[in-house]
């Protein structure tokens, strides 16, 4: 039996971030409950609805016994945690799941955690809170349109040791407006201070995707544009993390990504290392080793196709070998401890380009990659260019 | 047919003040074509033509009139282009008519054009026909326009005809005034053959066609023919005239105008301004024309390597068709291989350009547009350089002369300064400055076309808000204390982007270019330089800062198609740079030498 990785896509917010580049959106409460309903509904026919539609593309996760549940978004923590409960219950049912080392981790904005719904959440199985903190500058998160302020994060943390959860990872984003060396400094040395078991952080992506990014592509200075760091100044931020982290005991395992002994983010690294995993919600997306699908984003369209018991799935495609090369590589590599080129070039013999070997010859030469017989991973002081690598290296 | 029922004429006009469509009215009021088979513009038949307004080729066209007398007349319509690039093609047209309608927009007034085709039209002796257009505009002030045709034509405007060709208004007047004024053409039938050339296209099944205006003499099918120029002996295998549509005849006689296909190959051998005459009766040549020389030259590459033989096949067809274009190959350090093209001005470059991405579908670098230098060498060799890569070293120039041209332009008198100032800083000489009017003025300039060629015409249209025009001719080679710039990335010289540009603007532009280059090259793995140099001299520094960030953010539940898409995109975006060194240069960047002088502007 195989292992999947499950991923419940709560697509709500309170309000949306300024920086948000995902398909989220805010709704009214009155909504909450029958997107769940829906979600649990999809999980259990699912089956059902791909053979309906005659997709073979799920065929081999029908059996996978599940060793990872990731409840993200939007802002999951905003729902009735009877709702979540339902939604893991339906997941449980469903599939095999496997006890040993089981992560089921939920996304949680801290101004909207109790005590009570920490506890309901541990009851319902969920072992790992995602902690989207972002900074503890209260500039910073105003300018951002978060809606929690430094003091939350602090409270939202105590709430949750105290209920007992030990495994909780703190989001912080360099790059947010207003952000300078010394405050960004202050968020890393105050996330540090509270140890949690892991840490995320980004870099603001400046795109078409969010209000902030579009302001800035525009010149515009709505949404505090003017006020976003360079990206000399984001690229010293995250390097001074990565600096950081590295000395407080916290092992980067992946560009963005930093762990404890012992926790590094098991549904994650299903994504960087082409494991498959099953999503589920508006927007959710699906990957079985060979097909890549993904639910229809706008909400109302999903539960519509629900209803009527039609397969919600608006993208499918099929995962060529050439691009699947350019995954291996790039999804790899993103892992600091990179690829083994060896098993790659055996199973890609066909797609792989023959001056492979001469280009990553040169990313070494240009200090961008390390090689170590078949091994190559990033080089850790460039990783905030780890784009060029990927780029040089895709066909 | 007798040519005393023959008229031949063109129109002539600044570009948008009507011509185009007057000749669309003309045709539709003889029958030529039917309202429902005229599209708008009938004789701009190019798509570019069509899309950008403006008139590329000459063509003439035969119209049959019945006159208020009851009589017949052949009126052959040689239509004329707009542009100042293809004035040219004016001269010939003219060459084939008695007559010419000169149209003028009723609330525009004369522009440089007006004036220089009437001149052109004057030198040529024909009958001019004054008509005022668009007189149903609001703006319309005809006689404020007329009292400019007599004071700046010097030509009686009192009875000129006011119409408007959109709505058809008084377009009859225009024919029947065409009947009486136009002289038919003289000439005599029974002696020897002499046709001139005006025009000729490339058909793809019947090689070139030739557009003659028979001067003396007939021509038939199966007659032997000959070109003057070379020789040549040739039989007609077919004769006609436009309707639009073509119609075969079975003659063409002294004073008309229409086609000769005869087996004929290459356009080139048709040369426009050559004279066809009878083999068997040799007549001496009609005057012909001065060859048309390029003016502006730059290279053309492909921006994928494998497109370059592409690329020569779609510039061999783009000559077949257009005798001025000129092509040879060359290959450029940083470029690879591509052609250093010949164009008779901006927009004519502007035009093959747009025609090989469009209908060839060719990505294409072009280098910055230069002029053919006359360079004297210290050992008193003369040279003609169109490239300033191919610049002799320093040491070894005695002299650099560059062409100049007269520059007429006609303005309203509120941007008469900032028009004199763009001319000085243009290295311009003031020949002429006389108010049209109290309110217009026309000024003559004469500027180096090294300059004409940056950006001129578009800073001129922008500080005048559009109502300067323009019309220029090239008047010869001026001294000038010239260097060559080069442009240094990382060290390498990019032949690419040298230009050439007088000493005293020398560090200004080296700056600016520099300044431009560095906004335009996106940053790179590695910190280089970004240098102006005349000779080993740096005049001018800028650093191309090494890229800090490219990472990927957040991954959005598993949302790996939307990274790979992003990395595809970026992958793209590198293939379509040029790299040099190893420095990622955009497209763009190489056409920044272009809008040097503009830059202070932004």
């Known amino acids: 039996m195989r292992p999947v990785g499950i991923y419940i896509q709560v697509p709500f917010c309170q309000t949306k971030c300024t920086y948000c580049n995902f398909h989220t959106g805010v709704a009214p409460r009155a909504a909450y409950a029958p997107y769940a309903r829906a979600v649990e509904r999809e999980i259990r026919d699912w089956r059902a609805m791909f053979a309906t539609a005659h997709l073979e593309s799920a065929a081999s996760l029908e059996s996978a016994f599940v060793d990872t549940i990731y409840l993200g978004g939007g802002t999951p923590s905003l729902f009735d945690p009877a709702d979540l409960a339902r939604i893991l219950e339906a997941v449980r049912t469903q599939f095999a799941c496997a006890d040993a080392g089981r992560e089921v981790t939920l996304e949680a904005d801290p101004e909207t955690i109790t005590p009570e719904k920490a506890a309901a959440w541990l009851a319902a199985g969920v072992n790992r809170i995602s902690l989207g903190a972002q900074s503890f500058h209260d500039a910073e998160l105003k300018a951002a349109g978060r809606l929690h302020r430094r003091a939350d994060i602090f409270s939202a943390i105590a709430q949750l040791r105290s209920k007992g959860f030990d495994n909780i990872t703190l989001d912080l984003i360099a790059g947010l407006p207003h952000q300078t060396a010394a405050s960004w400094q202050d968020s890393v040395e105050e996330a540090l201070r509270l140890r949690p078991e892991h840490i995320s952080i980004y870099l603001f992506e400046i795109d078409e995707g969010s209000r902030l990014g579009r302001e800035l592509l525009a010149g515009g200075t709505r949404y505090s544009a003017a006020a976003v760091p360079t990206d000399d100044a984001m690229a010293d931020s995250y390097e001074f993390a990565c600096e950081r982290l590295s000395r407080t005991g916290y092992d980067h395992y992946e560009i963005s990504n930093w762990a404890l002994p012992g926790f590094r983010s098991r549904h994650n690294l299903k994504y960087w290392r082409r494991e498959p995993y099953l999503g589920f919600g508006a927007g959710a997306h699906s990957f079985d080793g060979h097909w890549r699908w993904a639910n229809a984003h706008d909400p109302a369209a999903y539960a519509a196709a629900i209803e009527q018991a039609r397969l919600p799935v608006e993208q499918l495609e099929e995962v060529t070998p050439k691009q699947a090369l350019n995954e291996e590589l790039f999804l790899g590599l993103r892992q600091l401890e990179g690829i083994d080129l060896a098993p790659i070039e055996a199973q890609y013999r066909a797609q792989i380009n023959a001056d492979i070997g001469a280009r990553i010859e040169e990313l070494r030469a240009q200090g961008l990659v390390e090689r170590s017989g078949s091994r190559v991973r990033l080089a850790s002081a460039r990783l905030a260019v780890s784009n060029e690598v990927f780029v040089a290296l895709l066909d | ?602």
């Not at chain 2, 309202?35 to 049959?64: F, N, P, W, Y």
């Not at chain 2, 003057?228 to 007609?236: A, D, G, K, W």
């Open chain 2, 1 to 602: 047919m007798d040519s005393r029922f023959i008229r031949n004429f063109c129109i002539i006009a600044h570009i948008d003040h009507g011509k185009s469509t007057l000749a669309d009215r003309l045709l539709e009021l003889t029958g030529a074509l039917s309202q429902r088979e005229m599209t708008a513009q009938v004789l701009d038949s190019m798509d570019l033509e069509k899309e950008r307004g403006i008139t590329i080729k000459a063509k003439s066209i035969r119209l049959h009139y019945r006159a208020s007398d009851g009589q017949e007349y052949q009126l052959n319509l040689i239509d004329t282009p707009g542009h100042v690039d293809f004035s040219y093609e004016v001269s010939r047209a003219l060459s084939a008519c008695e007559g010419a309608l000169l149209v003028v927009d009723a609330s525009q007034g004369v522009e440089a054009q007006t004036v220089a085709n009437t001149f052109l039209a004057a030198q040529h002796n024909l009958t001019i026909i004054p008509v005022i257009n668009k007189i149903d505009l609001p703006a319309a002030r005809p006689d404020e326009v007329k009292a400019q045709m007599e004071s700046v034509l010097a030509l009686p405007a009192a009875d000129a005809l006011a119409i408007s060709a959109k709505s058809g208004l008084g377009v009859e007047k225009v024919l029947a005034a065409v009947v009486t004024s136009v002289p038919p053409p003289a000439g005599a039938a029974e002696a020897p053959l002499r046709a001139l050339i005006f025009d000729s296209w490339f058909d793809a099944y019947r090689g070139a066609v030739v557009q003659v205006r028979v001067v003396d003499g007939c021509l038939r099918p199966h007659q032997q023919i000959r070109l003057c120029s070379n020789n040549e002996v040739y039989e007609v295998e077919s004769l006609g005239a436009l309707t639009p549509k073509p119609v075969v005849l079975e003659e063409l006689s002294a004073g008309e105008v229409g086609f000769v296909i005869a087996n004929i190959k290459r356009v080139a051998d048709a040369r426009v301004g050559d004279t066809l005459i009878e083999a068997a009766r040799p007549a001496p040549a009609l005057p012909g024309f001065e060859a048309i020389k390029p003016m502006v030259f730059a290279g053309l590459y492909p921006v994928q390597a494998h497109h370059y033989e592409a690329l020569r096949d779609a510039l061999g067809k783009l000559q077949l068709n257009d005798a001025a274009f000129f092509y040879e190959p060359e290959n450029s350090a940083a470029l690879g291989f591509g052609f250093r093209c010949g164009f008779l001005g901006l927009l004519h470059m502007e035009i093959v350009q747009e025609r090989l991405e469009r209908e060839f579908g060719i990505d294409l670098i072009t280098t910055a547009p230069s002029v053919r230098y006359r360079i004297t060498t210290t050992g008193g060799e003369v040279l003609e350089v169109d490239n300033p890569t191919k610049f002799p070293s320093p040491s070894q120039i005695a002299k650099i002369e560059e062409p100049v041209i007269t520059a007429m332009i006609i303005t309203g008198d509120d941007s008469v300064g900032a028009i004199l100032q763009l001319c000085e800083e243009k290295r311009g000489v003031q020949k002429g400055f006389e108010y049209l009017s109290p309110a217009r003025v026309m000024l003559t300039y004469e500027l180096p076309l090294n300059e004409i060629v940056l950006d001129f015409y578009d800073r001129l249209k922008s500080i005048s808000r559009g109502y300067a025009s323009l019309d220029y001719h090239l008047a010869g080679y001026r001294e000038g204390d010239l260097v060559k710039l080069d442009v240094l990335v990382g060290g390498e010289a990019v032949d690419a982007l040298t230009l050439v540009c007088h000493r005293e603007l020398s560090y200004e532009r080296g700056r600016e270019l520099v300044t431009r280059l560095r906004k335009l090259i996106p940053r790179q793995m590695f910190e280089d330089p970004l240098q102006a140099a005349i000779g080993s001299r740096v005049i001018a520094r800028e650093t191309i800062s090494p890229i800090r960030k490219n990472v990927l953010a957040k991954c959005y539940g598993g949302d790996i198609t939307r990274k790979r898409k992003l990395l595809e995109k970026q992958k793209e975006g590198k293939r379509r740079m040029k790299r040099v060194g190893r420095v990622d240069i955009p497209q763009e960047a190489f056409l920044a030498v272009l809008k040097v002088a503009s830059s202070s502007e932004e």
